[in-house]
């Protein structure tokens, strides 16, 4: 892999945000820790709001019925505009560029594929594979976003629950039952054996993300005039998509990682803006700048605005931890 590809880039963006989400996760641990008398005080980090997204989406509904801002968990629901506005305009860069999760999932795919136990399954079992996700997703919408009521999702925000969601996630991954444990080894070994197994199979986040991917203009195309047929792109998908068969990767599963134009011999892939003979050719790195660039944007206008930070006294949080 040549050191300056789009492949190498991907995976250095994934591995930043690993590290950066890392240091959230400690951060968090020290302001739980303060809040409870057990250590000194540290700032509440508001990144860890992103692993809130049922908090996020009644926040976004609440939005959308009132024109009022989550004061709660502003920074979740900041990270989810983001996330959907990066789906619209540069399909799942979010998925592809920005979760530790897809990381780890490609990180086990590859080791699979080195240890000869990666497999391919077939288009209709592939299918059949995909369907989960969506049925959660589907659930998920219904149960915490159809069904409840305006006065249901005030009372959720505002609950003594919901003030320190972000704290008790953090306490129930750091000590885990035997549910979540067995949830977590079937989840590692599916991804040795599949590509993608979480991601593709079972995200609702990420199915949520594939829906709206699908008005994309941005994604990544395929000359056929100049394809080799060697099949190499379809082999570096992680998403397991067959690329090679493919003239516009415009379906819900491309992350828009550029695995496969950085894997193609021939350069017959390239990322285009647009449709038709009008669409403007962009740089294979296209994707990721696009993501991070509207990451950026949508912090710097919470950030302005006033929407990122809690202003949430820590007395409150000692109190609904205890």
Known sequence: MHPFSSARLHRLIQLGFVLFLSWVAWRLHEYAQGVSGNGAFVPRP??????????????????????????????????????????????????????????????????????????????????????PKYVLLAAILYSFVVSMDLPSIEWFLK?????????????????????????????????????????????????????????????????????????????????????????????PECVGCTECVSACPSRCLDIRFGYGTGALRLPAWGIAAGTLLILLIGYAAAVFTGHWEADLPPQMIRMFLN
Request: some cysteine; charged content about 10%; overall charge positive.
């Open 46 to 131: 508001a990144a860890a709001e992103a692993f809130l997204p049922l908090s996020a989406l009644l926040g976004l509904k609440r939005l959308l019925l009132t024109g009022q801002y989550d004061p709660i968990h502003p920074a979740g629901l900041t990270i989810l505009l983001v996330a959907l506005c990066t789906a619209i305009l540069c399909r799942r860069g979010f998925c592809g560029y920005l979760c530790p999760v897809g990381w780890l999932s490609g990180l086990l795919a590859r080791l699979g594929t080195r240890l000869g136990v990666s497999c391919r399954p077939g288009r209709r079992l592939e299918w059949l594979l995909s369907a």
């Open 159 to 251: 609950s003594p629950y919901n003030l320190v969601a972000d704290i008790k996630m953090l306490q129930y991954f750091l000590a885990p039952g035997t549910l979540t444990l067995g949830v977590i080894v079937v989840m590692v070994l599916g991804s040795l054996f599949l590509p993608g197994f979480w991601c593709r199979g079972f995200c609702p986040y990420g199915a949520l993300l594939g829906l709206l991917s699908l008005l994309s203009p941005m994604a990544v195309n395929r000359n056929p005039a100049s394809c080799s047929g060697c099949g190499r792109c379809a082999a570096a998908c992680p998403s397991r998509i067959p690329v090679d068969g493919r003239k516009r990767l415009s379906g």
